[in-house]
């Protein structure tokens, strides 16, 4: 089922949480929503799940922008701090949530068992939700989420408390799903994203200021290349100025006098790597490293949402 | 299964595992079989062989007793944030509402339930009338769905659950005596609006074995306007 956001808009008073947002997730695809805290990425995911009424715009899912109880059905929603009745057992709580999901109680006990397999809920299945550890909540919350298959899963923040092999277990689950369903994840941890998401979308101050896959991202980010080269046995004035000489190259720090170490950023749109290479054969010095740096998700995340 | 069953059946499962519901019952049946034998006594001086003493004294058991079974339905669900689970199931705020509703008129049934042997003792002990009794034992669960609704209200109002305690108390004491009261003091078509308005005095009618249309209308229009608000209330904070 597809998710399409149109102009959606959200004030807390004079605060404008969310700021005529648009997009769209497909089916298949997991999109991770990244941005700072207060940026309205939870908002933005309580609209879509019907708990927040939007002020402004229109959310579509499966071409029905009326949140009914069929839609709601094939929502399944993780939210932000993972609420939880503390009091109820764990296998009561699944039972309850599948039932209120409409599922027949025919199909409920299996589907908990299944459930609690999924998110290795096993040892712990019997106790209160209030005894668990948060790393087990977070582990109830992701699977009552789950519990009545839906097409589309909103989770906000799904690794938070885990620890990580459980969060590696998680993303494994997340991204297995993401192949049929729609998925919609926000997070903090930038690693995270571009571990399981297809595509990211970077809010910051309720507006959109970045949308593409890891890699595009990056390459808006990075526009030159940037190459971090240590050259052997020439000398450290003469190497620079034959390497600002070139062609190809933009610009040239000196990074450590002693090593030989040079920052040599490219003209736009051109690389430098062989042209360095040449220069070294000619004079006869050792190229011992050549690493090209990459804008990491961070620099971007950071370059988008640092005022 | 219906979603209000399903609410209903685990907020009574969870008045039973937080002793709530043990510590509830124990005290509606103490005070309220405190004073319709030992202390209030004249049930044996009547004449009569009737509950009607019985009937008074659980009308004020239950002001009481109610708010402290509505207190924590929507209030704790605010508080806890679990409201938001709640509301994003496939659900409707009316079935949440209905839902909690149910679940306290079932814990008021079970009290009266237990009340059952003072029935049985009066009857035993001369001749009842069967339909007036009925007809007071339906006043109980009129007054009681009454109270429930401006209970749920309450604590639609608020994420704190003394507040919602309190401020269920405050409104029923309005229909419980205040209304009465300033109806006898006033005259005219505002002392039978007034009048009209006390929870009391329909209650009274009604437990004297005098079923008025007019009686049931008053209990069930309460009833609906009370969860009316509380689904209000739960829209309005989305």
């Known amino acids: 089922m597809d998710i399409k956001i149109n102009n959606l808009g959200k004030s807390y008073g004079l605060q404008k949480a969310v700021d005529n947002i648009s997009f769209e997730v497909k089916t298949g695809e997991i999109l991770g929503f990244l941005g700072p805290n207060g940026a309205g990425k939870s908002t933005t995911m309580k609209m879509i799940t019907g708990y927040l009424e939007p002020d402004a715009g229109s959310i579509e899912i499966g071409g029905s922008t009326n949140l009914d109880i069929s839609t709601k059905k094939r929502i399944g929603y993780l939210p932000e701090n993972n609420p939880l009745y503390l009091d109820m057992p764990v296998m009561d ?26 998110c290795g809920l096993n040892v712990e299945k019997h106790k209160k939700i209030g005894e668990l550890s948060k790393g087990f909540r977070q582990r109830v919350g992701l699977a009552q989420a789950m519990i009545h298959d839906p097409e589309i899963l909103i989770l906000d923040e799904p690794t938070t408390g885990l620890d990580p092999n459980q969060i590696v277990e998680i993303r494994e689950l997340i991204k297995k799903l993401g192949r049929e369903k729609t998925v919609i994840l926000s997070t903090h941890i930038l690693p995270e994203v571009e571990a399981t998401c297809d595509r990211i979308l970077i809010i910051n101050r309720g507006q959109i200021v970045a949308d593409g896959t890891p890699t595009t991202l990056r390459k808006q980010a990075q526009g030159q290349q940037v190459l971090r080269i240590r050259i052997e046995e020439g000398e450290v004035d003469n190497i620079f100025e034959k390497l600002r000489a070139l062609t190809s190259v933009a610009a040239v720090d000196i990074l450590e006098k002693e090593q030989n170490r040079f920052e040599v950023q490219s003209q736009p749109e051109v690389f430098s790597n062989r042209d360095i290479f040449k220069m070294c054969v000619k004079n006869g010095w050792i190229l011992s490293e050549m690493i090209p740096l990459e804008a990491s998700l961070e620099d971007i995340f950071r370059g988008l949402t640092v005022n | 299964m219906n979603p209000i069953w399903t609410i209903a059946k685990k907020e ?65 669900e605010r508080k806890t944030g679990t409201i938001e689970l709640l509301m994003t199931k496939a659900v409707t705020e009316r079935q949440i509402v209905l839902g909690k509703w149910l679940s306290c008129f079932l814990m008021v049934c079970l009290a009266l339930l237990f009340t059952l042997p003072y029935y049985l003792t009066v009857a035993n002990i001369g001749k009842i009338d069967h339909g007036a009794t009925i007809s007071g034992y339906l006043g109980l669960l009129l007054l009681s769905g009454a109270y429930i609704s401006i209970g749920l209200f309450a604590s639609s109002l608020t994420n704190n659950q003394i507040v919602a305690f309190l401020l269920a108390l405050f409104i029923g004491i309005f229909f419980q005596f205040v209304f009465g009261i300033l109806a006898s003091g006033s005259s005219g078509w505002l002392g039978e609006i007034l009048d009209g308005l006390s929870l009391s005095n329909h209650f009274d009618s009604v437990s004297r074995g005098v079923i ?19 689904e209000r209330n739960l829209q309005k904070a989305r």
């Open chain 1, 93 to 118: 709580y699944l039972d309850y949530c599948a039932s209120l999901q409409g599922m027949g109680w025919e199909q409920i006990p299996t589907r908990v068992r299944e459930m609690v397999k999924v």
């Open chain 2, 12 to 76: 009574l499962s969870s008045y039973f595992d937080s002793l709530i519901a043990y510590i509830l019952l124990v005290a509606f049946l103490g005070f309220s079989g405190l004073f319709t034998w030992i202390l209030g006594a004249d049930i044996f001086l009547r004449k009569q062989a009737d509950l009607l003493v019985f009937f008074g004294v659980a009308q004020w058991t239950l002001f009481f007793f109610i708010p402290a079974l509505t207190m924590r339905q929507l209030a704790e």
């Open chain 2, 212 to 230: 008025d249309t007019k009686d049931l209308i008053y209990f069930f229009s309460l009833i609906i306007i009370g969860t009316l608000l509380a």
